[in-house]
């Protein structure tokens, strides 16, 4: 037998596809649901699933294995010890967490798993999820030797060398600026000048991403309690992929300057120079929001150079009525139209787009 998804778009999955949860503070909920898509197997803890998992034999092992995260983080070490097999590591992970935080998501990040969902789960989504990968790991070439496969983005030598001399022409013109910049930074708050962060690029590469500091030292704790303020609303039932704070009250004076005029951004020119990023290109994704964007429809964006600016900031940036799904369909159309002429009309226009319209 098979089945389709919801939709009725015919993901050829069979009703007897095998998955494995592991844990029980969502068990009751996620079960029924999950009985209606696959055959479930369920074990309490880690420990009972780690000694089942090594009994098991190449025709018996799970397609799939759903994992509620641990507290002691037992299940990272199990998901660690299982990626160093050569035939454990195909099987399908997802995570389930009662609740988000950056640590978590890059950890899923660095483990590898194929995805990580965080309270409350939309059980419909989670099975179409399941069915994705599982289709997604067919199609993938099967390794016999430890080495792992990595997805690289290859992008025209024409790019790269306008990306150097723009960039470092820029780079020099503006040293009196960085100077003056850093002075101001220095001299109204405590903490470091530039502000690095994780972020996720082209073929979800992870990269110290770099701006200059416009907010108080170590603010990003401070988070989760302005998320009324996110200036992307999301979905009935979901939670937001991206997160921009209006009227953010963790922003010092000069980085409110700094932010209007985009100026904070510049440190990014020695990402440019690096080659972590393009000039022109989708915005780099901090962890929390990268891991929202790893389905079949949504990943197209991170086939495209990541950049310092892109098409989504010059067409509708501080357009309060912009929605998450305008911007993810924008960075997917740049992902599969861009070109050296595109990136010039960009450019071009993200002078018009530098001061911003709204304090976000």
Same mark, same amino acid.
């Given at each position: @037998? ?5 939709? /009725? ?9 095998r ?17 209606r ?5 369920t ?19 799970p ?54 969902? =965080?309270?409350?789960?939309?059980v ?5 999820? =399941? ?17 792992a ?7 025209? $030598? ?26 101001? =930074? ?6 470091p =000048? ?14 110290d ?5 416009? @907010? ?16 992307? $609303? ?28 985009s ?43 990541? /950049? ?13 009525? @912009? ?30 787009? @530098? ?6």
């Amino acid at each position: @037998m098979q089945s389709t998804d919801d939709k /009725g778009n015919g993901i050829v999955v069979n009703d007897y596809t095998r998955i494995i949860y592991a844990g029980k503070e969502f068990l009751t909920q996620l079960l029924p649901e999950l009985q209606r898509h696959f055959k479930v197997e369920t074990h309490k803890d880690i420990a009972t699933l780690g000694e089942y998992i090594s009994k098991q034999t190449l025709l018996s092992l799970p397609d799939a294995i759903l994992i509620e995260v641990d507290e002691d983080g037992e299940c990272f070490r199990f998901v660690e010890k299982l990626k160093l097999n050569t035939l454990l590591r195909e099987i399908v992970i997802i995570f389930l967490s009662a609740s988000a935080s950056p640590k978590l998501s890059q950890i899923a990040l660095r483990l590898n798993v194929g995805d990580l969902y =965080i309270a409350p789960i939309p059980v419909n989504d989670l099975c179409n999820r =399941i069915k994705f990968l599982i289709r997604l790991r067919a199609f993938q070439p099967r390794v016999s030797d430890s080495a792992a496969i990595r997805v690289t983005a290859q992008f025209p $030598v024409k790019k790269r060398i306008f990306d150097l001399c723009i960039s470092c022409f820029v780079f020099l013109l503006l040293i009196p600026v960085f100077s003056l910049i850093a002075l101001l =930074i220095r001299i109204e708050s405590k903490g470091p =000048i530039i502000y690095r962060s994780k972020r996720v690029g082209a073929g979800y590469k992870i990269f110290d991403f770099f701006k200059f500091r416009s @907010m108080r030292h170590e603010s990003s704790n401070d988070l989760a309690n302005l998320s009324a303020l996110n200036q992307y $609303v999301p979905a009935e039932g979901t939670s937001p992929t991206f997160i921009k704070i209006k009227n953010d009250p963790r922003v010092t004076k000069v980085g409110a300057f700094l932010r209007r005029y985009s100026l904070d951004e510049l440190p990014q020119l020695f990402n440019v120079i690096k080659g972590d990023m393009s000039l022109v290109g989708n915005r780099p994704l901090p962890l929390y929001e990268a891991k929202s964007l790893t389905s079949d429809e949504w990943a197209l964006r991170f086939l495209a150079p990541a /950049g310092l600016t892109g098409l989504w900031q010059v067409s509708r940036r501080g357009k309060g009525e @912009m929605s998450e799904r305008e911007r993810k369909k924008l960075d997917n159309f740049y992902a599969r139209k861009y070109s050296l002429r595109l990136d010039l009309a960009i450019l071009i226009a993200t002078f018009a787009a @530098m001061k911003q319209k709204e304090n976000v």
